[in-house]
């Protein structure tokens, strides 16, 4: 079956930074696009930033400029640099992985909570 697991997360002062990693295990299909999604109270998921196997990617409007995604060699890590980390960036973050041939998976979620 396998599963993404999620590291990195905890409290952090407004304007600090924080990496987030996510690591595929014993999934058997390949990993097309990795990426990082967020839930704060209230709110719905959003998309935070996303990254496919040739390196392409795509970030939330919000998060633009601060926060960077890349990709290991392997294709099946994923990690997140968070910089100038606002109040408003507190949420649960997933990771999510698109699969060729099977459905995607997702973390367990892993929390960022941004205050002074």
């Known amino acids: 079956q396998g599963q993404l697991v999620e590291s990195g997360g905890g409290l952090v002062q407004p304007g600090g930074s924080l990496k987030l990693s996510c690591a595929a295990s014993?999934?058997?299909?390949?990993?097309?696009?990795m990426g990082w999604y967020r839930q704060a109270p209230g709110k719905q998921r959003e998309l935070v930033a996303s990254i496919t196997r040739s390196g392409t990617t795509t970030y939330g409007d919000s998060v633009k400029g601060r926060f960077t995604i890349a990709r290991d060699n392997a294709k099946t890590t994923v990690y997140l640099q968070m910089n100038s980390l606002k109040p408003e960036d507190t949420a649960v973050y997933y990771c999510n992985a698109a699969l060729l041939g099977s459905l995607p998976r997702w973390g367990q979620g892993i929390q960022v909570t941004v205050s002074s």
């Open positions: 014993g999934i058997m299909f390949s990993i097309n696009v």
